[in-house]
């Protein structure tokens, strides 16, 4: 049985999910920016240096939307929300934690992008190419959250599957569930090729 989705529709996903989370990272990053203006100053550079990066990725997705016929997610709103609470609370649990946080919403990205671009390889080689480079400044994001942690206790074992769960659950309704479909796809090619 084969699938018969529509590649382009796919891509229009990616660069919709793209932007959303982009923007939920940057609500993330600027509530715990806020909170560590006071209670963590020593790393609000740091946070901000990470938060500008992010601006700049979520405005390549939008340049790159229109295009291909996207249009931003519906559900921004919840992106943003979700991603200031996220946010607002990691920060209040500590300055671990917002590494903690950011180790947990990079490394589920950098998964997924990883997917697109395995998928976006052979047919779109501009976005691959811009994902390819996005991807870059994401991995750089994991690697100082994962060296900037004091300590990997019970709060990052809890924490972890919680925080990647929940930006996988946001992935999977961005895209409509195109997410799962790719990742089915790609273990296809792979067993075909």
């Not at 559900?75 to 929300?81: K, R």
Request: charged content about 25%; some cysteine; overall charge neutral.
């Amino acid at each position: 049985m084969t699938d018969s989705r529509d590649p382009a529709l796919t891509v229009r996903r990616i660069l919709k999910v793209n932007h959303a989370g982009e923007f939920g990272a940057i609500r993330i990053y600027g509530a715990q920016i806020f909170i560590a203006r006071w209670l963590f100053p020593d790393i609000v550079s740091k946070l901000e240096e990470m938060r500008d990066d992010e601006i700049d990725h979520c405005r390549l997705f939008r340049d790159a939307m229109p295009a291909r016929g996207a249009r931003p997610c519906r559900i921004m709103a919840l992106w943003s929300l979700g991603g200031f609470v996220l946010g607002f609370l990691t920060a209040l649990c500590g300055q671990n934690t917002i590494w903690i946080c950011t180790e947990a919403v990079e490394s589920t990205v950098h998964r997924h992008l990883g997917e697109q671009l395995r998928f976006l390889q052979k047919r779109d080689p501009d976005l691959h190419a811009l994902i390819l480079s996005i991807q870059e400044q994401e991995l750089a994001h994991l690697t100082e959250a994962e060296n900037s942690q004091k300590h990997r206790g019970t709060m990052r074992k809890v924490l972890l599957p919680i925080i990647g769960g929940l930006t996988d659950l946001m992935i999977w309704l961005s895209t409509w569930g195109d997410s799962s479909w790719m990742r089915a796809e790609m273990a296809r090619d792979t067993l075909a090729g």
